[in-house]
């Protein structure tokens, strides 16, 4: 069910193959743009590595990373 929410937004089913996204892949997962994916990587926000010169994010970091900001932003509607 969260593979089917942060699918791609043009209409194309993810790779649910993948265990490792380019941050533009990444970024449209979540429906969001490629400066601002770049802010979280760099922040810390979501998780990254390099392997070789190539930045990948962990395609399980990108469920996580939603499932925080959702429990968070229930927290926010509780305080």
Do not use: C, H, N, W
């Given at each position: 069910?969260?593979?089917?929410?942060?699918?791609?937004?043009d209409?194309?089913e993810?790779?649910?193959?993948?265990?490792?996204?380019?941050?533009?892949e990444?970024?449209?997962?979540?429906?969001?743009?490629r400066?601002?994916?770049?802010?979280?990587?760099?922040?810390g926000?979501?998780?990254?590595?390099?392997?070789?010169?190539?930045?990948?994010?962990?395609?399980?970091?990108?469920g996580?990373?939603?499932?925080?900001?959702?429990?968070?932003?229930?927290?926010?509607?509780?305080?």
């Amino acid at each position: 069910m969260l593979l089917r929410l942060i699918a791609d937004q043009d209409g194309l089913e993810a790779d649910p193959t993948l265990v490792a996204l380019t941050v533009e892949e990444a970024a449209r997962r979540l429906g969001i743009g490629r400066t601002k994916m770049y802010e979280f990587v760099v922040s810390g926000e979501i998780p990254s590595v390099k392997i070789g010169s190539l930045r990948r994010i962990p395609a399980d970091a990108v469920g996580a990373f939603l499932a925080k900001r959702l429990s968070a932003a229930d927290l926010a509607t509780a305080a």
